[in-house]
């Protein structure tokens, strides 16, 4: 560091004007005489570095930037800090989930070595019941759960009770890892009666307690096999099946009653007839005694005519204490197995004879020179079960509200030995109140 001092002690002369701008040699040589400059070097710590140009002009570069965006640099500054800050707390969170994923994948290594010493018996752990992880390993079967059921049969009265007990570690369907479980129970090859148990909402492990008894005689019991499918409830979607329960009657020791778990299988296809699926939604207004049905749409309709397409129309009707009462149909839809109507249909029906009431819903083909076919039906009401009957409850505890739902259709051969309705239609002024 050099210090400039001025020679304070000499007398000042002052520099002379003129009105020219030049000074002349003259004056500015008694300038000098008369003030001389003494430069002064004192020690310094700090030592004489030579900047490389590549960063004065990095520097001037990046100053220049500053200069032109309209912030304070402070601004500018806190900017920087706070993006750097959220970059590098980024890199650690990604940091952080490498480590747990590695640490995951440790310990299913070790949880694999310590069910392979139980398998070699160098372990002194002992597997009453293996984990469903266990099981699953190193196969493709998947686990859908056990059912307990119940098998008993009155020879006299021609009459099988199937029993369904309860069901323990079924699949999960639900995207919460849980299930609404429903069972069909019907007899093959007769087919001719489905029952159905209420639904539990989301559990892995219902309890159902119920019996549902089907009229087989001897001889057809041992050809026959009783059928117990495990299903998942949705409401406004297609039901999926969890696993089913088949057992030959034929191999069953009737002198006693059977009860037993048995574990869940791979649902069979070969006896499967998908008929379709119906939608539509119910309102009673008990203040007014209005059941109003509005028939929405139907899908996967079974094909009935030779190009591989039918004309479907809904029959709606209703049977008041097993008789056929009222009924009213929808428009007719050309050529499609998926139709859609969303008509509306009201009936006079009071509040003493809603308790008494079924609804049948039938899906046709309507055909223009021959008879029209049945391509499947359903029916809602005091003798329903199952979704049919959850279905009517639902509206019956919603007065007001219209309940939409979705359900499978059934042989009509099914619903009408079920239903067994009369055809005499009562009188008017005959008909119960």
């Known amino acids: 560091m050099r210090l400039i001092h001025f020679n304070m002690n000499t007398s000042r002369t002052p520099i002379p004007t003129s009105t020219h701008q030049n000074v002349s040699a003259t004056t500015v040589a008694h ?9 002064v070097s004192t020690n310094s710590t700090y030592t004489n570095t030579t900047l490389d140009p590549a960063l004065v002009a990095v ?18 500054y806190t900017i920087f800090v706070s993006g750097a800050l959220l970059i590098l707390l980024c890199c650690l969170c990604i940091c952080i989930k490498c480590c747990c994923k590695g640490k995951k994948k440790r310990k299913q290594k070790n949880d694999e070595k310590i069910n392979m010493l139980g398998v070699n018996g160098t372990s002194t752990t002992a597997l009453v019941q293996p984990d469903v992880a266990d099981v699953d390993y190193g196969s493709t079967k998947k686990q859908r759960g056990k059912l307990l059921y119940s098998l008993e049969y009155n020879a006299p009265l021609s009459e099988l009770t199937v029993g369904i007990k309860q069901a323990d570690s079924l699949k999960a369907m639900d995207v919460g890892g849980s299930s609404d479980p429903y069972i069909k129970v019907y007899i093959c090859p ?36 009783a059928v117990m499918k495990v299903f998942d409830f949705n409401r406004f979607t297609k039901h999926n099946i969890i696993g089913e329960l088949r057992v030959e009657l034929c191999n069953v020791d009737w002198n006693h009653v059977i009860e037993e778990w048995q574990d869940l299988g791979e649902p069979a296809k070969f006896e499967e007839e998908e008929l379709g699926e119906i939608c539509f939604s119910l309102r009673y207004v008990p203040t007014a005694g209005k059941l109003n049905v509005v ?5 996967n309709l079974k094909s009935m005519d030779t190009g591989g397409f039918s004309d ?9 204490d097993k008789r056929k009462w009222k009924k009213k149909k929808t428009s007719i839809r050309k050529k499609t197995l998926n139709p859609y109507y969303n008509e509306s249909f009201t009936f006079d029906v009071t509040f003493q004879q809603i308790q008494r009431v079924n609804l049948v819903i039938s899906l046709w083909d309507h055909d223009a020179v021959s008879r ?27 007065p007001r509200r219209p309940v939409a739902q979705w359900h499978s259709l059934l042989l009509a051969k099914q619903v009408n030995s079920t239903l067994n309705l009369k055809k005499k239609i009562p009188l008017r002024d005959k008909l119960p109140l």
């Open 31 to 39: 300038f000098k005489t008369v003030h001389p400059i003494t430069i």
């Open 295 to 299: 028939i929405l749409e139907a899908k």
């Open 312 to 320: 479907p129309y809904v029959k709606v009707q209703l049977a008041l």
């Open 190 to 225: 007769d087919k001719s009666i489905t029952c159905e148990t209420k639904v539990f909402r989301n559990t892995l492990n219902p309890i159902f307690n119920e019996q549902f008894s089907f009229q087989i005689s001897k001889s057809s019991l041992l050809k026959s096999t």
């Open 372 to 398: 029209n076919d049945a391509m499947g039906k359903i029916f809602l009401g005091c003798d329903a079960t199952g979704n049919q009957l959850r279905h009517w409850a639902d509206m019956l505890s919603n």
């Open 59 to 76: 520097s001037n570069f990046f100053n220049d930037v500053l200069d032109k965006i309209p912030l304070p640099h402070w601004a500018i």
